[in-house]
């Protein structure tokens, strides 16, 4: 059924189901972006009658692929690769690459999806795809991650270029992954191009790129509080996850004067009342970056408390900040954070939140920065990676932090400007539709396509 005839979210929901079944998360990303543009579209017929949402719904194309390779016990290991292909209309494919034993198709499309949306409101032109495997690093040897990373690029590179495809890390892939993958394309390729983001900085990786997801993502939460007449200063905030984008946000916040109380991983969470301090933090650092360790020795060096098997969303705080993974806070964990008091969410994860947990939050009209606009600081960077490789040079840290700070404060206004909504800014109606309209727009303009 074409969209000019479809009245309502369930029926174009309806539609979508029966098109993708089971992919229960893909389903879940689209409703959430749906339910602002289909009343966004409805007196506007240059995008209902190019059966706009349909279009964007359907990914350009998707790679499934077999990858082997041999354990150090000389066992041929059997897994599976993806890559995703959303949407290149404003730009070469981006996104990142996710190692973690949950992957499926349907999770490799809603962060597909989710990615069109999130690098459109970065306004560098780059368009939307993620990849990733079923395999789990954690537990294996540093040759049998490189082994799987080989094996893995041997087959993506056919379907990636620095002007087709860039893939990045994301969960499971950090500096290691990406050397590796980064040096099997080059034997393969005999080419030496930005084609993938995330590198060492000695081979083309750019400064900031470690650091941008958590920092943008404290940036977006800074510019949400300071719309509001309010500041990070002494702010208790919970933060989820110890990886990555966990560790930069948590690192941010103590800049700004913030207090982060937890951090976790899948095992559970740690709870600090005095606040995880730089020294802290280092240790976390250390655990996670180079022991690969689980946050629980935290509470064992630090006297803090640890809770296992849940997230830390009912502790009291003013800002929370998922870092971890998709759907860590149900609609339970939702009303618990507002009705502790809770002002604001940034989600430097993406999608961790549920439909019911957004739909408490907006209920509440609390400040909820939704994961497309709050952590696009990370993509962002990797497109001035790329700018950086295409002219071979690279710029100094100041000039990047700065840059990264104008972007998340332009993501910022794009939010206010289109999520206004009497007396306060819904910033997921916002962050969907000024995401939408670019990718749009260029879509409608090449025709039938
Ligand atoms: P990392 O692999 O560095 O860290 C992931 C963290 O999340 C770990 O602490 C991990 O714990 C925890 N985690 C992962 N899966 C689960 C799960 N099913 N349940 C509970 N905890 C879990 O990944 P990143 O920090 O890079 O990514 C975190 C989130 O941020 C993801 O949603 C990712 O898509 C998103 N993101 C990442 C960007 C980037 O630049 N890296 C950019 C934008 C968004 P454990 O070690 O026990 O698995
Ligand atoms: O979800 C994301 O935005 C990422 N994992 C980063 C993607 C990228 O290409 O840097």
Redesign the pocket.
């Known amino acids: 059924m074409g969209y000019s005839t479809v009245h309502s979210l369930d029926e174009f929901m309806e539609g979508l189901k029966r098109r993708n079944p089971g992919e229960t998360e893909y389903h879940q990303a689209v409703y959430e972006v749906a339910q602002s543009i289909i009343p966004y579209i409805k007196d506007k017929p240059e995008y209902r009658n190019s059966q706009i949402l349909e279009r964007l719904t359907e990914p350009d194309r998707i790679i499934s692929f077999r990858v082997c390779w041999q354990d150090d016990e000389n066992q041929i290991r059997v897994n599976r690769g993806y890559r995703v292909q959303h949407n290149n209309a404003i730009g070469p494919y ?3 690459i996710r190692f973690h034993h949950n992957v499926t198709q349907s999770i490799l499309k809603f ?1 597909a999806f ?2 069109t949306f ?1 690098n459109s409101l970065t306004s560098l032109p780059m368009g939307g795809g ?1 990849g990733g495997s079923d395999f789990n690093p954690k537990g294996k040897s540093d040759s049998e991650v490189m082994r799987f990373c080989q094996s893995f690029m041997t087959e993506l590179s056919r379907h990636i270029g620095p002007h087709t495809d ?5 969960i499971g892939v950090g500096a290691r992954e990406i050397s590796y993958m980064f040096g099997q394309y080059l034997r393969i390729k005999n080419e030496f191009t930005g084609v993938l ?2 590198k060492g900085l000695a081979f083309g990786g750019s400064l900031i790129r470690t650091e941008a ?1 958590g920092y943008g993502c404290v940036y977006f939460m800074q510019d949400m509080l300071s719309h509001a007449d309010k500041s990070m200063d002494g702010m208790r905030c919970l933060v989820s996850g110890s990886g990555n984008v966990a560790q930069y946000t948590i690192e941010k916040i103590i800049h700004l004067g913030g207090i982060p109380l937890t951090a976790s991983d899948s095992s559970g969470f740690i709870y600090d009342k005095e606040g995880i301090n730089e020294e802290k933090l280092a240790f976390i650092m250390d655990l996670k970056n180079n022991r690969r360790g689980r946050i629980s020795e935290y509470a064992d060096k630090y006297g803090a408390e640890f809770h296992a098997g849940k997230g830390p969303w009912a502790i009291p705080c003013d800002l929370a900040f998922p870092c971890a993974t998709q759907n860590e806070i149900d609609g339970d964990q939702g009303a618990m954070l507002v009705k502790n008091g809770c002002i604001g969410v940034a989600e430097g994860a ?1 999608m961790p939140s549920t439909q019911d947990a957004i739909d408490h939050y907006l209920e509440a009209k609390i400040m909820y920065g939704p994961s497309k606009a709050a ?2 600081g ?2 962002a ?2 497109g001035l990676e790329m700018t950086q490789n295409s002219m071979r040079l690279s710029w100094s840290r100041t000039e990047l932090d700065e840059r990264l700070r104008q972007i998340m404060m332009n993501i910022h206004g794009q939010c206010v400007e289109y999520g206004q909504q009497d007396g306060w800014v819904n910033y997921l109606a916002g962050a969907n539709i000024a995401g939408f309209r670019k990718v749009a727009d260029a879509m409608i303009a090449y025709g039938v396509v």
């Open positions: 981006k996104g990142g962060l989710e990615q999130k993620k860039v893939p990045a890390g994301d983001t995330g997801t993406n952590n696009a990370g993509v960077v990797s």
